[in-house]
C-alpha cells in the first residue's frame, strides 16, 4: 500500500491541528498508527487505531489530547492534534500493520513521506 500524509504546519501553543493520511490499497486489512521524530531523535511511536477501528493504544504524552481516527469509505486514518505543545514538535509519520494492533516501529510496513508540525511558544 502507498499512503499520504498532510495537515501539517505551523502553529501556537495551545492550538489544535488534524493530520490526515490516504492509503491506497486494501485500507480495511491494516491497523495504522502514526509515528514522530523530532529533531536528531529516534521515531517514536505516538498513537494507532485497530483494523476495524474498535481499540485504539496511544503512548501517555498525548493520551487526554491526541485523538487518531478512522473512515474506511475514505481509507483515510486521521490524527486530531488539541493541546499542542513545543514537545510535541516533529516530523508526524503515518504507518500501516498487518497486525491487528501494533506500536512498534519493526511491526509497521509501509510508511508514509512525513508531514511537519511545528508548535511556536
Known amino acids: 500500500v502507498q499512503l499520504q500524509a498532510s495537515g501539517g504546519g505551523l502553529v501556537q501553543v495551545g492550538d489544535s491541528l488534524r493530520l490526515s493520511c490516504t492509503v491506497s490499497g486494501p485500507f480495511g486489512d491494516y491497523c495504522m498508527g502514526w509515528f514522530r521524530q523530532r529533531a536528531g531523535k529516534e521515531r517514536e511511536f505516538v498513537t494507532a487505531i485497530m483494523k476495524n477501528g474498535s481499540r485504539t493504544v496511544s503512548v501517555d504524552s498525548v493520551k487526554g489530547r491526541f485523538t487518531i481516527s478512522r473512515d474506511d469509505a475514505k481509507n483515510t486514518v486521521f490524527l486530531q492534534m488539541n493541546g499542542l505543545k513545543p514537545e510535541d514538535t516533529a516530523v508526524y509519520y503515518c504507518?500501516?500493520?498487518?497486525?491487528?494492533?501494533?506500536?512498534?516501529?519493526?511491526?509497521?510496513?509501509?510508511w508514509g513521506q512525513g508531514t511537519q508540525v511545528t508548535v511556536s511558544s
Open positions: 504507518a500501516a500493520s498487518r497486525r491487528v494492533l501494533a506500536s512498534r516501529v519493526e511491526d509497521f510496513t509501509s
